[in-house]
């Protein structure tokens, strides 16, 4: 059985860092393009980082450009999301999802697996 765990979240002031640890058991995440998301109350769900299934290719949301950074490595089946100057807007439940490779195109609309989220909040 798959498993998706984040870790990571918290509560941090505004201009602080994160670094978001997203560990899956069950499979071999090589196979598999991977991606952070996230929803806050009221708002649909967004992707906010993705990468290919080796790590060389890797996309942002226009909100992530320049502070956050997307790494992953395959021999600890772990993905994660390093996020720097931290705003408020940046307030949400992140979570972590892994779809089957394919030719890089970026964040995809569907994913195989999810995990349950780890929330981020930024606040004075």
């Known amino acids: 059985q798959v498993q998706v765990d984040e870790t990571g979240g918290g509560l941090v002031q505004p201009g602080g860092s994160l670094r978001l640890s997203c560990t899956v058991s069950?499979?071999?995440?090589?196979?598999?393009?991977m991606g952070w998301f996230r929803q806050a109350p009221g708002k649909e769900r967004e992707a906010v980082s993705c990468i290919n299934w080796s790590g060389s290719i890797t996309a942002y949301a226009d909100s992530a450009k320049g502070r956050f950074t997307i790494s992953r490595d395959n021999a600890k089946n772990t993905l994660y999301l390093q996020m720097n100057s931290l705003k408020a807007e940046d307030t949400a439940m992140y979570y972590c999802?892994?779809?089957?490779?394919?030719?890089?195109?970026?964040?995809?609309?569907?994913?195989?697996?999810w995990g349950q989220g780890t929330q981020v909040t930024v606040s004075s």
């Open positions: 069950g499979l071999l995440i090589d196979d598999y393009d």
């Open positions: 999802a892994a779809v089957r490779a394919v030719p890089f195109g970026g964040c995809r609309d569907e994913y195989d697996y």
